[in-house]
């Protein structure tokens, strides 16, 4: 998920690397104050997000009663890499990240986010608001985008649903249906989004919210999309705490953040989209564990 402009990747990648620094910095620190490393993926502005840190940072400390270090890594491989040698204690990923966690072992669900009373969201694909697509069908031997080659919602479950429209076979790539050539993988939601405003394709992969929310896109140019298609379920994300902390600190850092569906409701939408709840971890991340199966041994 991506910043809107040049000017904020820079500054993304500076938080990042901020971020990553402060891990490791910490990790150094055996014998300071017992702290709470949490990591959040960057998915906005990053001059709010440093807001949004501080604010989480300072609601937590309250909470647990020790001090709390939000950061924001620039990659979800450094999240998983922080969750296995110990640096960060608890992170919020996408319903993949955490399957990828659990099955290394070194991270399980916390809590999961709710969209809308549910623990799951769509993946859109979207359209300009002119043209006359009105299902994935129509799309064949199209130039589309996907958001990037790992997305959840912006690349892997849109897949999974042609395999089970029987538009593709699983040993096939997406080409065999868009066409040879006319497949694009970007960067993030933002990147497909753009792909289909400049007309470069003709509809995008992306998750619901950046058609339905004001969150990526700008008014003006939501107004130009609809959404021509939906497919999911897809799993909402999760806070994944790592296997090695110690179960007590575990159901401290529980009950901390299920504090915020009470205490900070409006800073608990912004960062992780909803109330947070506790769900059975094997049936949420199913779904995801289904496309990720077949994605898996698909030619991508």
């Not at 004001?214 to 790592?242: C, F, M, N, Y």
């Not at 409006?266 to 564990?289: C, M, N, Q, S, Y």
Request: a negative charge; proline letters at 5%; charged letters at 25%.
């Amino acid at each position: 998920m991506k910043g809107k402009s040049g000017m904020s990747r820079k500054r993304s990648a500076a938080a990042g690397i901020a971020g990553l620094l402060a891990v490791v910095l910490l990790a150094g620190c055996g014998r300071g104050e017992p702290t709470f490393v949490v990591a959040l993926k960057p998915d906005r502005d990053p001059d709010a997000m440093l807001e949004e840190q501080r604010a989480l940072g300072a609601f937590l400390r309250e909470e647990v009663d020790r001090r709390v270090n939000v950061i924001v890594p620039m990659s979800g491989a450094v999240i998983h890499e922080g969750l296995a040698n110990g640096t960060i204690d608890t992170a919020f990923v996408s319903s993949t990240d955490a399957v990828r966690a659990a099955d290394a072992g070194v991270g399980e669900v916390l809590l999961a986010s709710e969209i809308n009373g549910r623990p799951y969201y769509e993946s859109y694909w979207i359209t300009l608001r002119e043209k006359t697509y009105f299902e994935v069908e129509d799309l064949r031997g199209r130039p589309i985008a996907f958001s990037s080659r790992t997305s959840t919602s912006g690349m892997q479950v849109p897949v999974w649903d042609l395999v089970k429209r029987g538009l593709l076979r699983p040993d096939q790539s997406p080409e065999a249906f868009f066409g040879e050539g006319n497949v694009f993988y970007g960067t993030g939601y933002v990147s497909a989004a753009r792909r289909v405003l400049d007309g470069q394709a003709e509809a995008a992969a992306v998750s619901y919210y950046v058609l339905d929310k004001d969150k990526h896109l700008s008014e003006e140019e939501r107004d130009r999309l609809r959404k021509l298609a939906s497919q999911g379920p897809v799993p909402t994300h999760v806070l994944v705490v790592r296997s090695t902390l110690p179960e007590e600190d575990k159901a401290l850092l529980r009950a901390a953040f299920k504090a915020m569906n009470e205490g900070a409701a409006d800073l608990r939408d912004t960062l992780f989209t909803g109330p947070l709840i506790e769900v059975d971890p094997v049936e949420h991340l199913a779904p995801t564990r289904e496309v990720m199966n077949l994605i898996r041994e698909m030619p991508l």
